[in-house]
């Protein structure tokens, strides 16, 4: 087994794992390069088959490509697939940054769609080297009923028992790539031929990293055309993935807020 | 290492006590080995100085705001390097005592460990409870850094006394440190090159022992065991899905699942989006098999080959930890979490509880929260499991408390049999013939019916005195009674037996059986044996279906060891005989015994009468 061999045996025995211990689950589907793997990682855990809703909380506000992407392979991957619409932006925290603002907005959509379906557990492509709050994760990550993360007081978890029954009215976030980092996504991607976004590919000398709002998303210096020459820009780089995603960086404590009060 | 393998980082967990600079370490190493991210230095001296805070290192890695607020850290967290070996994933832990539960949580993930003490104040508290937390988390490779040596003057004098004071600690414990380095995380000495400053230390820089720890082999030639996840009907395939956890399979295996006992060929070996459909698969993949015949299985068996299966039992010993807030108690149940099976297990007995911070016994009523112990669990069901020295993977486990998980233990069986061969039943094809004499007819020729009159207790509590003394007092009563005690078992029927926990069980089996057959030939079978498993017992009591009396011979531990009638309690005290029942193996009282004799409160006298009235009460037509 090599490195790609053992990560992906452990997200499929976690994917199992929520599977085998929750009830009402969904996969939280962002279209970006994580939550692809992780709808990939499904397949090869039920062997070909989804075998839960796959939720997208539409800020409206994504790119076009990502759209065309979403219809597509929510057809070809055969995906029980539900759209919610996120609330205006008025609805969200004033004392926030504009961005972090911005994208508080796909929290409280989250909420009305936990609430509306009434989901135990939603499955997220989020990973630790992408953010060093992420980092703390646990990979059965619990909320308390207002949907807080409560990241001062987080349940123990070793040896692969995760926390899988809660008290009623909670929810359980569940992480399968917690334990990847960007390029180890790009491995993956490239070994199983997992289909790809263009937006990740450099055009002009641009290219995304990471893809969020049109709004408060942007292309990083690049010349990397191919999944060859994103993983050669990989090895070296010393530019932090989330980079160009505006939220993260307004103020020092902005992803943090964000995080407690329930974002991915 | 296989090449193949060498792209794998290394998970290392930094550990220590609180302020004794753990994640200035790791910060400074980051920097020493290039491997901070652009900007992040600049950005967090930036942020120190709008606070005005003087620049620590641990900033780069403290990522809350409260870590940064009270320069400590919360939560464990994750950061990659690489030296121009291999890739290493760090994780630095927390050193508050509060904290330890997010300790346990990221040095579980490690394959190695650092242990930073304070060169001006020695090891302390949390120091010394990690070291034996690494230990009982199954770390082996361990080197400890004794950091601030710019504040001690670097003297060497200062390094020797706190590297001697705590190589004798971790002897203890039975670890062997792989190096102890004297460095200085602030300033950068001894991390990365041999520091100018500290001429006197011949010893490898801390890049150097990280590069020479090992990476932890996947158990591939461990026997095989698959634990099962689940089972799921795909596109009319039936498919039972687990991960590896030890040993290889491949197609056309016979294998037995546990402990339901089932066994089954492997038809194929499932897989999605591969270029061909596997043919085999070892230790550490996630895969779904299909048999070749439709047994029922479920979540939580063990799958095994059948000449190397787990044991089965429902009580072992378990080394612990606890988290809880509550203490661990005797005769608290717990939710046990065993690879993919949960069950119900009560605290029988605490046969040890440890301050992990001094290596302190406590008193073993209770294991407060961050201490450590030994504990008898017991479960309702039967449990397929190993013994952590022999598989890791399926002889550890967590107990959940409302919910949350409170601690972890490693499992022993020592004094314990293992229950498959009693429970496995083998001449599965026999048919039972029916007697043309019924019972009641025997009954009514004998004027009593027969019936299994099990005494149970200490070598020592008088349990042949007694029952021989039954025996000639109900003879000349007329009954038609029996004693079977080693004397004449053991020199026959159980000729071929020793002592071992798994020959003691059999022995008392086939005693249940016996004794079985003569209660229904009509007798009154009295067993005499310590029979010190309530499992066994159990057994025997299934065996004889009806009229069944457990007897305890009760007299304490003490009482019996003063009594010692055939010098065997200093025998054992000695050492001299191996598992011996109240002083080297476990006996367990009988929870709800028909009859209780107080040997140690009675005259034998008083202890025939008691048993006579009971007798005539119970067996008398």
């Given at each position: ?60 506000k ?38 972090a603002?911005?994208?508080?907005r ?10 509306k ?85 450099a ?62 | ?17 609180v302020?004794h600079?753990?994640?200035?370490f ?76 997010n ?56 390094f ?10 971790l ?35 801390v ?31 039936r ?15 016979r ?43 479920e ?34 149940n ?18 040890k ?80 013939v ?67 926990p ?120």
């Amino acid at each position: 087994m090599d490195h790609l061999d053992a990560l992906e045996a452990e997200s499929i025995y976690i994917l199992r794992e929520a599977k085998a211990k929750l009830d009402r689950l969904a996969i939280l589907w962002s279209l970006g390069k994580d939550s692809n793997v992780v709808i990939w990682l499904c397949k090869k855990a039920f062997f070909g088959h989804v075998p839960f809703p796959v939720l997208h909380i539409d800020t409206g506000k994504k790119f076009p490509e990502m759209y065309a992407f979403r219809d597509r392979y929510a057809k070809e991957w055969g995906l029980s697939f539900i759209r919610e619409e996120c609330p205006p932006l008025e609805a969200t925290d004033p004392t926030l940054p504009p961005a972090a603002r911005s994208a508080a907005r796909k929290t409280l959509g989250l909420k009305a769609a936990l609430a509306k379906y009434g989901f135990e557990g939603l499955i997220l492509g989020i990973r630790r080297d992408e953010e060093a709050i992420r980092a703390k994760e646990r990979i059965f990550s619990p909320r308390d009923e207002s949907g807080q993360w409560q990241l001062k007081d987080q349940p123990p978890e070793f040896w692969d028992h995760f926390m899988t029954s809660f008290p009623k009215g909670t929810h359980v976030r569940v992480h399968p790539i917690l334990n990847w980092t960007e390029l180890d996504v790009w491995k993956y991607t490239r070994r199983e031929g997992i289909p790809v976004i263009e937006l990740y590919f450099a055009k002009d000398g641009k290219r995304y990293r990471s893809l969020g709002d049109q709004d408060i998303t942007f292309p990083v210096p690049s010349t990397a055309d191919t999944l060859d020459a994103i993983i050669a820009e990989l090895e070296s780089t010393k530019i932090p993935e989330r980079a160009g995603r505006a939220m993260d960086h307004e103020a020092e404590d902005s992803f943090e807020r964000l995080r407690r009060a329930g974002y991915m | 290492m296989p090449h193949a393998l060498a792209a794998r980082p290394l998970p290392i967990v930094i550990v220590g006590h609180v302020d004794h600079g753990k994640s200035t370490f790791v910060g400074r190493l980051l920097y020493e080995t290039g491997s901070l991210p652009e900007g992040k230095l600049e950005a967090v001296k930036a942020s120190s100085e709008r606070r005005g805070m003087p620049f620590e290192w641990a900033f780069v890695l403290d990522a809350m705001q409260s870590e940064r607020d009270q320069g400590v850290t919360i939560d464990t967290t994750q950061i990659r390097f690489r030296s121009k070996l291999r890739p290493y994933l760090i994780i630095d832990a927390p050193g508050h005592k509060e904290f330890l539960k997010n300790m346990v949580t990221g040095a579980a993930k490690a394959e190695a460990a650092l242990l930073v003490i304070d060169a001006q104040e020695g090891a302390q508290e949390q120091s010394r409870r990690h070291g034996y937390l690494l230990h009982l988390l199954g770390i082996r490779e361990v080197a400890v850094l004794v950091n601030k040596m710019d504040l001690v003057g670097y003297s060497a004098e200062r390094f020797g006394a706190v590297a001697e004071d705590f190589r004798a600690y971790l002897a203890d414990l039975g670890v062997e440190p792989k190096a102890i380095v004297p460095i200085s995380a602030r300033e950068g000495d001894n991390l990365t090159r041999h520091s100018p400053r500290m001429p006197w230390y011949q010893g490898p820089s801390v890049l150097e022992v990280l590069d020479s720890f090992p990476y932890a082999a996947l158990p591939v030639d461990r026997p095989l065991r698959m634990p099962v996840q689940d089972v799921y009907k795909f596109d009319q395939r039936r498919i039972i899905a687990g991960r590896l956890e030890s040993g290889r399979l491949q197609v056309g295996d016979r294998v037995l699942f546990s402990p339901s006992n089932k066994t089954a060929r492997i038809k194929t070996i499932e897989a999605w989006h591969v270029p061909e459909p596997p043919a085999e698969a070892v230790a550490g993949q996630s895969i779904g098999i299909t048999l070749d015949e439709p047994i029922f299985v479920e979540r939580g068996e063990i799958m095994s080959h059948e000449s190397d299966p787990p044991l089965l039992t429902n009580v072992f010993k378990a080394r612990i930890f606890w988290l809880g807030e509550r203490p661990l108690v005797i005769g608290a149940n717990y939710k046990l979490k065993l690879a993919t099976t949960e069950a119900t297990v009560v605290v029988e007995a605490i046969e040890k509880a440890i301050d992990t911070a001094e290596l302190r016994p406590l008193p073993p009523e209770a294991i407060p929260r961050n201490a450590a112990g030994e504990v008898v669990l017991r479960s309702k069901r039967i449990l397929a499991l190993d013994e952590y020295r022999s598989n890791p993977r399926t002889g550890r486990f967590v107990l959940v408390e409302d919910f949350i998980p409170v601690g972890g233990g490693t499992i022993s069986m020592e004094g314990y049999p293992d229950q498959r061969q009693l429970l496995t039943v083998r001449a599965s094809n026999l048919t039972a013939v029916g007697h043309a004499v019924s019972r009641a007819a025997r009954a009514a020729r004998n004027g009593h019916k027969g019936g299994v009159l099990w005494f149970t207790g200490l070598s020592g509590a008088g349990k042949s005195t007694l029952a021989l003394a039954l025996e000639r007092e109900l003879f000349a009563k007329g009954y038609h009674v029996y004693v079977l005690d080693g004397d004449n078992i053991r020199g026959g029927l159980c000729r071929d037996l020793g002592f071992s926990p798994e020959d003691r069980a059999e022995n008392i089996r086939r005693v249940g059986e016996v004794a079985a057959l003569f209660a229904d030939a009509g007798f009154i079978a009295i067993s005499s044996f310590i029979s010190p498993y309530r499992s066994d017992r159990q057994r025997a009591r299934e065996a004889a279906g009806e009229n069944f009396h457990e007897i305890y011979v009760k007299a304490d531990l003490a009482v019996c060891e003063q009594r010692d009638p055939k010098g065997l309690y200093k025998r054992a005290r000695k050492g001299e005989i191996k598992d011996f029942t109240g002083i080297s193996a476990p006996y367990e009282p009988p929870e709800n015994p028909e009859l209780v004799v107080p040997t140690d409160e009675l005259g034998l006298e008083d202890c025939i009468a008691l048993l006579l009235r009971y007798v005539e009460e119970h067996f008398r037509l």
